[in-house]
Every structure is written in structure tokens, then in C-alpha cells.
């Protein structure tokens, strides 16, 4: 006989000796009350109150053995009903769940989020060294493209084709009494990615979770690997009487010069108001693109972007 059924029998021989000895206990009770009834009563009421005892002694006896039967099954039932659902539960538990059960030292690394880009195919082939190439969240900067860097102005490099055309556009402007200033213009991948690891941690400084901040950030800076900045055709531009890269910057006479007349030197608003569905950045009117005069001519006359440009082709 193995342990189990041992201890099974024990427990069966002691629940039986208990319901033994509670229904000898009350066959006791009820034979020293007929025993006391008889000594006091005439032999007439002693059939009464002894009939009537003996029904009492039954309903007790009953109720005694309900209680002790019954809730033997049912405790058994009980618990058996509570370990099958306890073991359902475990089933049902995730992966995921069981790992928050885990302790720190058990949970698995968090694995890092990346950017997935998807390459829009609507978008027709173009000459990959060309200066109106279009890089965006959806048409990242292809490995095999080939630029030279040369300084526009003190400590700001660019592509060489964008650079006579920017001096000239600089030289304009400062004729009309508008004095630009280049606040950024080429970056490469690891200073963009950086700047973009800076606008994440802002916004979970806010409250914001991982991924609610980088959407955030890709919204309002383009994902490294996807942004004009790293092919040296991107520029930052605002003035001295405005050193600020924000919306109002497109109210003043700079932004408002540059909005009209950028394209005659092969430049273009890149991220204009009222296209951040096609462009997928809000409204940056200090930043702009070279493209050449031919394709930033026909953008501006079309109040175009360069998605639509390539698309239109």
C-alpha cells in the first residue's frame, strides 16, 4: 500500500470514528432523559414525553448526520473543483504573464525598438546621386549613394553642388536687408541619431512611453538613416532678427523672402504648412532642400512637395 492510499484510509477510519462517537453520544443523551422522565412522570405521560424525546433524539440524529456525511462530499467537492480551476488558470496564463511573475534577475532583456522603414514602390526610380533625390521616412538614403562636402560657410559643410547656389541665395537676401544665418546643414548619421535619441528622452521626460516618444520625435525630426541633413542637400535656416527654428519663423520678412524666392536658386520649403499628411513632418518653414532651379521652379509653381514631384513624373 503506497503513502497516498494509507493516508487516505486513515482519514476515512477518522471521520468514521468521529460520526460514531457523535451518534453514541446522543443515543446517551437520549437514554438518560427516558431514564429521568420515568421517575417523574406516571407511566401514561412517560409514553408521551418518551415518544416525544425519542422524535427529538431523531431529528437530532439526522441533522447529525447530514452535517457530517454531507459535508464530507462537499468539502470534497469543493476541493476538488478548486484545484482543477487553479490548474485552468496556470494554463491560461501567457508567456507574458508568467514572465511578470518572474524576478528581476529571471525576466528576459527588453529587446531595443527600431525604426522600420518601408520603401513606398508608387514612388518611380531616380538617379540615386542626383540632387532632387528624395529621402524621407519612406525613402531612405541609399548605401551606394556618392556626394562630395565642401564649407558654405564657416563650420557648416554641404554637398559642392548646393554650395554657389546657397551664397548667391545668402548674398540676395542680404541686398534686400535680410541677413540669413545657416543653422545647420550637412550631419552625419551619428550626430542625427543622436539628436533623435535626445527628442525621445524629452518626451518620456514628459510621461510619454518608449514608443508614444518615438513617434513623437520621428514627427518633428526625420529617423536617422532618412533625413536631408545627412546628404548635405538639408538646410536649417532662420535669420538675426529671428534666432529661433519654430513656426513663427515663417511669419517673419526672412521666412516669408525665403518661402518666395528660394526656388530661383534651386531651393524649396520642404515640409510646407498643410502637408504634413504627404511629407510626414509638421511644418518646418526654417528648412530647406536643394533640389536644383529646374525641379524647385516647378514645385513652387505647383505648391508642390518633392513626394508629389516624384510621383507626379
Request: contains cysteine; hydrophobic residues 35%; negative net charge.
Amino acid at each position: 500500500m503506497n503513502t497516498d492510499k494509507r493516508k487516505e484510509l486513515i482519514i476515512k477510519c477518522r471521520n468514521f470514528a468521529a460520526k460514531g462517537e457523535f451518534c453514541l453520544t446522543l443515543a446517551t443523551i437520549y437514554i438518560f432523559c427516558v431514564i429521568v422522565l420515568s421517575n417523574i412522570y406516571s407511566h401514561f405521560k412517560k409514553i408521551i414525553i418518551g415518544g416525544i424525546a425519542a422524535l427529538c433524539a431523531a431529528i437530532v440524529l439526522i441533522s447529525g448526520y447530514r452535517y457530517y456525511f454531507q459535508n464530507d462530499i462537499t468539502d470534497s467537492e469543493t476541493a476538488s473543483v478548486t484545484t482543477t480551476d487553479t490548474t485552468l488558470e496556470t494554463n491560461d496564463l501567457t508567456p507574458d504573464t508568467v514572465n511578470e511573475e518572474k524576478t528581476e534577475d529571471e525576466k528576459p532583456e527588453q529587446k531595443e525598438v527600431t525604426a522600420k522603414v518601408i520603401i513606398d514602390e508608387s514612388i518611380k526610380p531616380e538617379d540615386i546621386n542626383g540632387v532632387e533625390i528624395l529621402v524621407s521616412k519612406l525613402k531612405p538614403i541609399p548605401e551606394e549613394r556618392i556626394f562630395i562636402l565642401e564649407y558654405v560657410v564657416p563650420g557648416k559643410r554641404c554637398d559642392t553642388r548646393a554650395v554657389q547656389p546657397m551664397k548667391d541665395m545668402l548674398e540676395a537676401a542680404q541686398n534686400e536687408e535680410i541677413k540669413l544665418v545657416i543653422s545647420s546643414a550637412y550631419r552625419d548619421n551619428k550626430r542625427q541619431d543622436e539628436l533623435f535619441d535626445q527628442k525621445i528622452k524629452k518626451y518620456m521626460n514628459y510621461g510619454y512611453s518608449y514608443l508614444e516618444a518615438y513617434k513623437k520625435a520621428a514627427n518633428e525630426l526625420s529617423i536617422p538613416g532618412t533625413s536631408e541633413h545627412e546628404i548635405g542637400l538639408g538646410f536649417d535656416i532662420m535669420s538675426e532678427d529671428h534666432q529661433k527654428l519654430d513656426e513663427a519663423f515663417g511669419d517673419t520678412n526672412a521666412g516669408i523672402w525665403l518661402a518666395n524666392n528660394s526656388y530661383k536658386y534651386g531651393f524649396i520649403l520642404r515640409y510646407p504648412k498643410g502637408k504634413e499628411d504627404i511629407t510626414g513632418i509638421q511644418y518646418e518653414p526654417w528648412h530647406f532642400r536643394y533640389v536644383g532651379v529646374d525641379v524647385a521652379t516647378s514645385i513652387y509653381n505647383q505648391r508642390s512637395t518633392l513626394e508629389e514631384y516624384w510621383k507626379g513624373r
